[in-house]
């Protein structure tokens, strides 16, 4: 069984050039911007270390729908560094409505449909009242952007 989570990659491509010292600058086509030099093998080894890592936050932003972070301070941006969504599922217009509507396929109230009383508590439609500090006060507030 892996460990592995889903954005994080199995396999990273490395592109490796000799500079006219004789050193190395390591580099990889999804994380555009980022590129480290390398002269001994010690540097080596913790400059591929710091490759993996590099790579699975732009492999994360990728499956976040988002341009890796560096990618900004290039002016050419090769394909595989693009997001590959335009959103996180959860924030698409269509996963809202089908919430609205799970809501209401339970019984769940609104949270527009929450009054806000005057020492802090809410109260429910059917008028059942919940102290500010509580879980259900907390995710009403937050539903509603306050």
């Not at 699975?56 to 595989?80: K, S």
């Not at 009383?117 to 006060?137: E, F, H, N």
């Amino acid at each position: 069984m892996s460990s592995r989570r889903p954005h994080e990659p199995e396999i990273m491509q490395l592109l490796v050039r000799r500079t006219p010292d004789g050193g190395l600058v390591l580099s990889t086509p999804l994380t555009p911007g980022w590129a480290v030099p390398a002269r001994t093998p010690a540097e080596l080894a913790q400059r591929i270390e710091q490759a993996w890592l590099e790579y699975a936050c732009a492999a994360y932003a990728r499956v976040r729908g988002v341009c890796y972070d560096l990618a900004e301070t290039e002016e050419e941006i090769p394909p595989e560094a693009f997001a590959v969504g335009r959103e996180h599922p959860a924030e698409a217009p269509d996963e809202i409505d089908r919430a609205r509507r799970r809501r209401a396929q339970r019984g769940i109230h609104q949270p527009e449909e929450w009054v806000e009383l005057s020492d802090g508590r809410w109260m429910s439609p059917s008028g059942q009242k919940y102290g500010p500090q509580t879980l259900v006060a907390s995710r009403v507030r937050r539903a509603r952007g306050g």
